[in-house]
């Protein structure tokens, strides 16, 4: 855990103590805490990784295409970024972006890539 880490837990632990039981019963919303939805992000992105490392293998043996390298690719980078981007607290920017580059990269194997 770096120290970028440490202090954003700091200030998630800060924020949640409020110091009245009754008060953070109250402030507190059913769901996944800031930290959780991180975690979560960062595993679902790291699947994604994995799944297209897959699919960027079984599409190369098929047939080697720039296209394909660049398609996948671009996925791959995306998905990294997404880690980091959650590592860093940004998990909305992050689901936005990782939905987008699905989507993108359904897109343009379908159009692109024969």
Do not use: F, H, K
Request: net charge neutral; hydrophobic share 50%.
């Amino acid at each position: 855990m770096n120290a970028s880490d440490q202090e954003a837990t700091a200030a998630e632990d800060q924020e949640t103590a409020t110091g009245d039981p009754e008060e953070e019963r109250e402030s507190r919303r059913p769901g996944m805490t800031p930290r959780q939805a991180r975690r979560l992000r960062i595993a679902a992105a790291s699947v994604a990784m994995v799944l297209v490392a897959v699919v960027l293998a079984v599409r190369l043996a098929s047939r080697s295409s720039v296209l394909v390298v660049g398609v996948y690719g671009l996925l791959l980078v995306l998905c990294g970024l997404v880690i980091e981007l959650s590592r860093r607290g940004r998990t909305r920017l992050g689901t936005y972006l990782l939905a987008a580059g699905l989507v993108g990269a359904l897109l343009g194997d379908w159009v692109l890539l024969p």
